[in-house]
T-cell receptor, first 111, second 116 residues
Framework: SQKIEQNSEALNIQEGKTATLTCNYT??????LQWYRQDPGRGPVFLLL?????KEKRKERLKVTFDTTLKQSLFHITASQPADSATYLC??????????FGPGTRLSVLP | KAGVTQTPRYLIKTRGQQVTLSCSPI?????VSWYQQTPGQGLQFLFE???????NKGNFPGRFSGRQFSNSRSEMNVSTLELGDSALYLC???????????????FGEGSWLTVV
């Protein structure tokens, strides 16, 4: 079955540093990966999508990579701020199929 | 424009009862999908509806059902509630459905269900 693993349940970093979150998938490569942010008691909010044939995508302070050899996606937040503290979810997608979400990584940015 | 609206926001039910949750998607969106989120299992896909037809279904027992109306509004129903059904139920809407890359899905705030 298709699985998504996010290797850290929780990650603490200092304000101003770069946060790096990892998403690993099993079996065949998904057509695309999506990253979401979820605040406590709220629904997830879409951040970035990266397709299988793309190496890297950027949006403001966010960067996501997709390595099909390692079966891994990395999500970076540069110049992190306390407001970036949230749970970040990775989801794999394939055409005609539903998303499979990872368990999430709870990021805490310490002032 | 208005986001995805889910009602009720919080509810408490007794084991054995049934519950109906409602979701109004973003105007113009034809796809509605439902997810269950628990601390232990994370975010798990329940089912997706597109233009009133169920398009995908997750690995949940038949006690979980849903439907979509002609105005794209959707409901999900859980019958014979069990303690393990306590969870945050999230609805998400999109223009063309979750199976298409680049098609952003928008989540509602969820319905918190507690079964006692």
């Amino acid at each position: 079955s298709q699985k998504i693993e996010q290797n850290s349940e929780a990650l603490n970093i200092q304000e101003g540093k770069t946060a790096t979150l990892t998403c690993n998938y099993t079996n065949y490569s998904p057509a695309y990966l999506q990253w979401y942010r979820q605040d406590p008691g709220r629904g997830p909010v879409f951040l970035l999508l990266i397709r299988e044939n793309e190496k890297e995508k950027r949006k403001e302070r966010l960067k996501v990579t997709f390595d099909t050899t390692l079966k891994q996606s990395l999500f970076h937040i540069t110049a992190s701020q306390p407001a970036d503290s949230a749970t970040y979810l990775c989801a794999r997608g394939n055409y005609g199929q539903n998303f499979v979400f990872g368990p999430g990584t709870r990021l805490s940015v310490l002032p | 424009k208005a986001g995805v609206t889910q009602t009720p926001r919080y509810l408490i039910k007794t084991r054995g009862q049934q519950v109906t949750l409602s979701c109004s998607p973003i105007s113009g969106h034809r796809s509605v999908s439902w997810y269950q989120q628990t601390p232990g299992q994370g975010l798990q896909f329940l089912f997706e509806y597109f233009s009133e037809t169920q398009r995908n279904k997750g690995n949940f027992p038949g006690r979980f059902s849903g439907r979509q109306f002609s105005n794209s509004r959707s409901e999900m129903n859980v019958s014979t509630l069990e303690l393990g059904d306590s969870a945050l139920y999230l609805c998400a809407s999109s223009l063309e459905g979750t199976g298409r890359a680049g098609n952003t899905i928008y989540f509602g705030e969820g319905s918190w269900l507690t079964v006692v």
